[in-house]
């Protein structure tokens, strides 16, 4: 089992930057896969991003694609994101998530979600 901390939330500027930290409890968590998941006020928690566990692959969604990056470091326990020229569109609760299951890279299912932090973005 895996226990996940988000951080790095915040309110900042259209066209701005933030970079999203997701430490995880544990010593396999390099035997994770990991994902990024977002929910707007009144919408359903939609994909953002995802990363293989040795971190050579990722995917994202297309709203992103092009501004975000997710990374990881095994070695700290540590997924991140890094969000670059924001939309208020942007404005979400993002989720971090794990799975052991190298298949939820394509099925986007993950068995372990942190609690989430809030980033805004204002036009």
């Known amino acids: 089992q895996v226990q996940l901390v988000e951080s790095g939330g915040g309110l900042v500027q259209a066209g701005g930057s933030l970079r999203l930290s997701c430490a995880a409890s544990?010593?396999?968590?390099?035997?994770?896969?990991m994902g990024w998941f977002r929910q707007a006020p009144g919408k359903e928690r939609e994909f953002v991003a995802t990363?293989?566990?040795?971190?050579?692959?990722?995917y994202y969604a297309d709203s992103v694609k092009g501004r975000f990056t997710i990374s990881r470091d095994n070695a700290k326990n540590t997924v991140y994101l890094e969000m670059k020229r924001l939309k208020a569109e942007d404005t979400a609760v993002y989720y971090c998530?794990?799975?052991?299951?190298?298949?939820?890279?394509?099925?986007?299912?993950?068995?372990?979600w942190g609690q989430g932090t809030q980033v805004t973005v204002s036009s």
């Open positions: 544990g010593r396999t968590f390099s035997s994770y896969t």
């Open positions: 990363i293989s566990t040795n971190g050579a692959v990722t």
């Open positions: 998530a794990a799975d052991p299951n190298r298949d939820s890279f394509y099925s986007k299912k993950y068995n372990y």
